[in-house]
């Protein structure tokens, strides 16, 4: 899977997804070389990508405050659309069943 930048720039237009241009890096990475891939438990199709992160961006200068609440790094994607479903940190690996590493 690949980023192309018009998408990017597409998902970071509106206020509230400002954080996707400030995480860019962050989300290449977990997408290119993620911890943990696992399989929704209701929807086989989405893919949780995750990775363990020490920082997440809510501005350019802004990290989270607390990195224990906030240590994974999840993109959720439509596997067969090769689409991004949504970006979030999270303190815990959510997901069902492990795919990568097996």
């Given at each position: 899977m690949s980023l192309l930048?018009?998408?990017l720039s597409?998902?970071?237009l509106k206020k509230e997804r400002e954080h996707?241009?400030?995480?860019?890096q962050l989300l290449e990475e977990t997408l290119r070389n993620p911890d943990y891939i696992?399989?929704?438990?209701?929807?086989p199709n989405v893919y949780f990508y995750i990775?363990?992160?020490?920082?997440?961006?809510?501005e350019p200068d802004i990290t989270t405050v607390n990195v224990r609440r906030f240590?994974?790094?999840t993109v959720l994607v439509d596997?067969?659309?090769?689409?991004?479903?949504t970006m979030y940190p999270c303190s815990k690996i959510l997901g069902g069943k492990q795919v990568w590493p097996h």
């Open positions: 930048p018009r998408k597409s998902m970071s996707v241009k400030h995480n860019e696992k399989e929704d438990n209701e929807d990775k363990k992160t020490q920082k997440y961006y809510l240590r994974y790094f596997k067969n659309r090769l689409f991004i479903i």
